[in-house]
């Protein structure tokens, strides 16, 4: 009796460890809370000066006052729609169901703009969470995100557009944060009539993880052959 009491109680033990971790995953993925890698703790440090955050506390949206006085806006971030998600299938599957291998998804952004002349420097901060599927996750992941300055409108003017990737390391829980700072973002100031039309666009872009075409070499030229000396 006593034996078979003592089993029932360590069972027990276990499923209460094992609610309370599931319990815990669960409220660290709908709070959007986490705790960077330490291989990525620079760039999240970056990510969190560009938020205005402390290290010891979640980072909040901050825009920031731009260089050159208050008539140059920065322009707000958006996710593109169709674009906010990234999921990935085993191969020659749809990402639905069980062949989901991991889906990446944008929790938060921030951004802040420099004028120097002309043109406008942004930064834009990102922060996404990648988790694996019922299919498996590899042990990294491509996260490939694009971001592009448009002058909203009638008809929508791209201004400038770039490709980006991330490499993520996926933990054993299988819930991963990611983030990236952009810095590089650089397109010519507008006007004070169309600054409000202004818009950062973010999402997640497949085609970056496509590598480009190398150029063709151009063809060598055959070379002639040396004409016979004139008789003599």
């Not at 958006?78 to 990446?104: C, E, F, H, M, W």
């Not at 952004?109 to 019922?134: H, L, M, N, Y």
């Not at 990294?140 to 490709?163: F, N, W």
């Not at 997640?204 to 000396?229: C, H, I, M, N, R």
């Amino acid at each position: 009796m006593g034996d078979n009491q003592g089993i029932m109680t360590a069972a027990r033990s276990r499923r209460y460890r094992g609610m309370a971790m599931l319990a815990a995953v669960s409220l660290v993925a709908a709070c959007g809370v986490f705790a960077p890698p330490a291989s990525a703790q620079s760039l999240t440090d970056r990510f969190k000066s560009l938020f205005g955050g402390k290290s010891d506390e979640p980072a909040q949206a901050n825009p920031a006052a731009p260089a050159d006085g208050p008539d140059m806006d920065c322009p707000p971030v958006s996710i593109r729609a169709g674009a906010s998600t990234y999921a990935v299938a085993a191969p020659g599957k749809q990402p639905i169901g069980n062949d989901l291998r991991y889906q990446a998804t944008i929790t938060r952004t921030a951004r802040d703009c420099t004028r120097t002349g002309g043109e406008i420097t942004a930064r834009i901060g990102i922060q996404g969470r990648v988790i694996a599927g019922p299919a498996g996750a590899p042990e990294t992941v491509e996260v490939p995100m694009r971001v592009a300055v448009v002058q909203g409108g009638v008809t929508e003017q791209t201004i400038a557009t770039k490709a980006y990737r991330t490499t993520v390391t996926m933990s054993e829980d299988g819930s991963t944060p990611f983030t990236m700072v952009i810095d590089d973002v650089v397109y010519p100031a507008p006007t004070a009539a169309t600054a409000d039309a202004y818009i950062f666009y973010i999402g997640f872009d497949p085609q970056a993880l496509t590598p480009e075409p190398k150029a063709k070499a151009a063809p060598k030229k055959k070379k002639q052959a040396a004409s016979p000396p004139p008789p003599s």
